[in-house]
């Protein structure tokens, strides 16, 4: 028999998917986002990152990258997710551009580079439920 998730620590099956297509970038929030608990995919482009939601359901929350590779950009793939999969959270960076309210879709946030890792675990411990 297992034992239930420790208080304050995200349930094993909470999945974030980070689509970053500055590798370092992209390895230091997989790295701060699992050292908090939670499991972590990751996409370069957002084609991938779609093929990535598709073949993953369980993915609660997802970081974005405003300006990536692929057939869209981050602010696209945000609105395509919340059509697609409206249950997942989602976290809008950008380092370049400041998305204007409109701009995002419901249930987002945005997080300006460079990314504070506190601020981002706590929005996602806020969507998981944890705060």
């Known amino acids: 028999m ?3 998730d420790p208080p304050n620590m995200p349930p094993a099956a909470a999945i974030v998917l980070v689509v970053e297509d500055e590798t370092l970038l992209r390895m230091h929030s997989v790295d701060f986002i699992e050292a908090a608990g939670y499991r972590v995919l990751e996409a370069a482009d957002t084609d991938t990152a779609i093929a990535v939601l598709e073949a993953n359901p369980a993915i609660r929350v997802v970081l974005t990258d405003v300006d990536l590779p692929g057939s869209m950009d ?3 793939l945000a609105a395509a997710i919340r059509r697609r999969w409206p249950p997942i959270e989602l976290i809008v960076t950008s380092g370049a551009v400041t998305p204007q309210p409109g701009d995002l879709p ?3 946030i945005f997080v300006p580079k460079p990314v504070d890792p506190r601020r981002v675990l706590s929005a996602i411990d806020g969507f998981i439920g944890l705060d």
């Open 2 to 4: 297992t034992s239930p």
């Open 74 to 76: 981050g602010l696209k």
């Open 106 to 108: 419901e249930r987002s």
